[in-house]
């Protein structure tokens, strides 16, 4: 398999949207019956594929995620079947829609990761990927990651909300959040992430792909 990256994969694939190192839409259908006849075509394509995506669906609303299990991120492989979903989608007449494509992902800032992270594991039954980062095993709830600290820090909350959004919705998302009340606290690691605080300084990072080390 060859990697590709998230830029590579925007360009190539223009009716997806790439939210940590995933492919995400969002997909309308006029039914539930309509939903239900695209899921079983997706089916079989991931079977004939070998690929395994995953899926959220309630009634007529589907959100599908092509994630690459390669630690080194999206493949060849994951671009091929996310064409070949295209493909169906356009033939099933199923609506496009990124305003609400995200990921959210808890971060607990710490000074001894090894230290905390079985706790962690345990309380939350999640399961360990190939980094420091938990996951869902059902893909349901929001994955749990670390952020090393190289000092205590008692000011300020050691425990934030990471909201992952696609490149061209991250405007819209901050502009709204400032609109209700929100602070922009800094841009300084932009265009990976800003560090937003809501009126009581509860903080929210508002991440994107970019500038992410590929």
């Given at each position: 398999m060859?990697?590709i990256?998230s830029?590579?994969?925007?360009?190539t694939?223009?009716?997806?949207?790439?939210?940590?190192?995933?492919?995400?839409?969002?997909?309308?259908a006029?039914?539930?019956?309509?939903a239900f006849d695209?899921?079983t075509?997706i089916?079989?394509l991931a079977?004939?594929?070998?690929?395994h995506?995953?899926?959220?669906?309630?009634?007529?609303?589907?959100?599908?995620?092509?994630?690459?299990?390669?630690?080194?991120?999206?493949?060849?492989?994951?671009?091929?079947?996310?064409?070949?979903?295209d493909?169906?989608?356009?033939?099933?007449?199923l609506e496009?829609s990124?305003?609400n494509?995200?990921?959210l992902m808890?971060?607990?800032?710490?000074?001894?990761?090894?230290?905390i992270?079985?706790?962690?594991?345990?309380v939350l039954?999640?399961?360990?990927?190939?980094?420091?980062?938990?996951?869902d095993?059902?893909?349901?709830?929001?994955?749990?990651w670390f952020?090393?600290m190289?000092?205590?820090?008692?000011?300020?909350?050691?425990t934030?909300?990471?909201?992952?959004?696609p490149?061209d919705?991250?405007?819209?998302r901050?502009?709204?959040?400032?609109?209700?009340?929100g602070?922009?606290?800094?841009?300084?690691?932009?265009?990976?992430?800003?560090?937003?605080a809501?009126?009581?300084?509860?903080?929210?990072?508002l991440?994107?792909?970019?500038d992410r080390?590929?």
């Amino acid at each position: 398999m060859t990697a590709i990256t998230s830029a590579d994969a925007e360009r190539t694939l223009p009716n997806w949207r790439v939210v940590e190192r995933g492919l995400e839409v969002d997909l309308k259908a006029k039914d539930f019956r309509q939903a239900f006849d695209f899921l079983t075509q997706i089916a079989e394509l991931a079977e004939t594929q070998q690929h395994h995506p995953d899926f959220n669906v309630r009634y007529n609303r589907i959100r599908m995620r092509v994630m690459s299990h390669d630690v080194n991120g999206l493949s060849d492989r994951d671009i091929t079947f996310a064409k070949a979903a295209d493909a169906l989608i356009d033939e099933a007449g199923l609506e496009r829609s990124f305003t609400n494509v995200q990921e959210l992902m808890i971060t607990i800032d710490t000074l001894d990761i090894a230290k905390i992270k079985p706790f962690w594991l345990a309380v939350l039954g999640y399961e360990q990927t190939h980094s420091d980062l938990l996951r869902d095993p059902n893909s349901t709830h929001p994955s749990v990651w670390f952020q090393p600290m190289g000092e205590p820090r008692n000011q300020r909350s050691r425990t934030h909300i990471d909201v992952l959004v696609p490149v061209d919705e991250r405007q819209a998302r901050m502009d709204a959040a400032i609109a209700a009340g929100g602070t922009l606290l800094t841009d300084e690691f932009a265009p990976s992430f800003w560090v937003l605080a809501d009126a009581e300084g509860n903080e929210a990072c508002l991440c994107t792909w970019e500038d992410r080390g590929e």
